[in-house]
């Protein structure tokens, strides 16, 4: 490939029918301001990303919209139909009443007309009038999964969501949400990383036509709610050597081989490059023997609590 050749994204087909490019640009970050969200995602779209994730809590909706308006004025993607744009309805807004608005001011954020793709982003819900990051105990009430999705099945006949789906969802939750959806969840965006490879959730979710998104795909190094077991694994290492790849490279193409989509986030060019360059390699049997004796560990345990809610969110699942 040469140096200016944009390396190719393959898409998947959604349940919903829709195609979804495998590699996601993440904008999740502590520190979001928009010139750098902007700056990064024009960047993004130049490398070669069609896939943006947002949410309204990432304080990164509008300057990814304004991001997307410049990119369409540079002439650097004719139509925003060549984007897919993915957002997220906060704890705060998860009430059946609230998925609507919270949807069109996700939108106005954006400065679009639809969605590619609305998520529940946890099955929690908050009081309407406390919008924060970490809640308390009582700051939270009882959540609603069947008055929520019915909102949600709303938006997409509406037209403002091609597509619906979740977040943080276990095999129980998405069960039970099966269990009435009249659309069902397009996908299941979770923790999934090379230590924390979560097999039972991604055979339920392939049996069940659910596409799943790993979120933090390199284990989320140098963020407060990840670790940096991934990139600092000696084992990944090795392989990536053995590739002349890098650790993130590794670790991105195993998810690539898993049939499943991810959203990675780097703010960094050659880091947003190089997260796209990794589909000239393969893993061998011999990576995959090393890669399932990686100590596996779930990082992210209470989500958006600031206390103990592992049983409520994951049902003792692993
Ligand atoms: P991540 O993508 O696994 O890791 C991000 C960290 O890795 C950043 O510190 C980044 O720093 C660094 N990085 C990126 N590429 C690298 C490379 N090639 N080499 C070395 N370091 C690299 O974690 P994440 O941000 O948690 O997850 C990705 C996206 O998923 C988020 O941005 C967000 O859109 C979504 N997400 C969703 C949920 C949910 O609940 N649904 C939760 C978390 C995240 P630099 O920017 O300095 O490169």
Redesign the pocket.
């Known amino acids: 490939m040469s140096s200016t050749t944009k390396p190719a994204v393959p898409n998947v087909v959604l349940q919903s029918s829709f195609n979804m490019p495998v590699i996601g640009f993440?904008?999740?970050?502590e520190t979001n301001d928009g010139d750098t969200v902007k700056a990064a995602a024009i960047e993004a779209i130049k490398l070669g990303y069609r896939h943006f994730?947002?949410?309204s809590c990432?304080g990164s909706e509008q300057a990814l919209g304004e991001a997307i308006a410049e990119a369409l004025k540079l002439g650097l993607i004719s139509s925003r139909n060549e984007l897919f744009v993915t957002s997220?309805l906060w704890l705060s807004d998860n009430h059946p009443h609230l998925v609507l608005p919270a949807l069109q001011k996700s939108l106005q954020n954006l400065g679009l007309e639809y969605l590619d793709l609305y998520l529940v982003?946890?099955p929690m819900s908050a009081k309407p009038e406390i919008r924060k990051f970490f809640y308390k105990e009582d700051e939270l009430v009882p959540f609603d999964l069947k008055g929520v999705w019915a909102s949600m099945e709303q938006c997409h006949n509406l037209g403002l969501a091609k597509s619906i789906g979740v977040?943080?969802f276990s095999t129980k939750k998405l069960q039970d949400l099966l269990s009435f959806a009249t659309i069902p969840p397009a996908v299941n965006?979770v923790?999934l990383?090379l230590s924390w490879q979560q097999r039972n959730l991604r055979e339920y979710c392939k049996a069940k036509g659910i596409m799943v998104t790993a979120?933090?795909?390199?284990?989320?190094?140098?963020?407060s709610?990840?670790s940096n077991d991934v990139?600092d694994s000696e084992v990944l290492k090795q392989i990536a050597h053995v590739h002349g790849k890098?650790i993130?490279q590794v670790s991105l193409r195993w998810l690539y081989e898993q049939g499943v989509t991810f959203?990675?986030?780097?703010?960094?060019k050659e880091?947003m490059k190089?997260?796209l360059e990794i589909f000239d390699f393969s893993l061998t049997n011999d990576d995959y023997q090393k890669i399932n004796q990686i100590k596996q560990e779930r990082k992210?345990k209470n989500?958006p609590a600031g206390f103990d809610v592992a049983d409520l969110l994951w049902d003792g699942e692993n």
Do not use: C, I
């Not at 959203?263 to 960094?268: F, P």
């Open positions: 993440g904008t999740a970050s994730d947002t949410a990432y997220k982003h946890f977040s943080n965006q923790e990383n979120y933090s795909p390199l284990g989320a190094n140098g963020t709610w990840g990139m890098t993130a959203a990675v986030k780097s703010y960094n880091r190089q997260n992210v989500g």
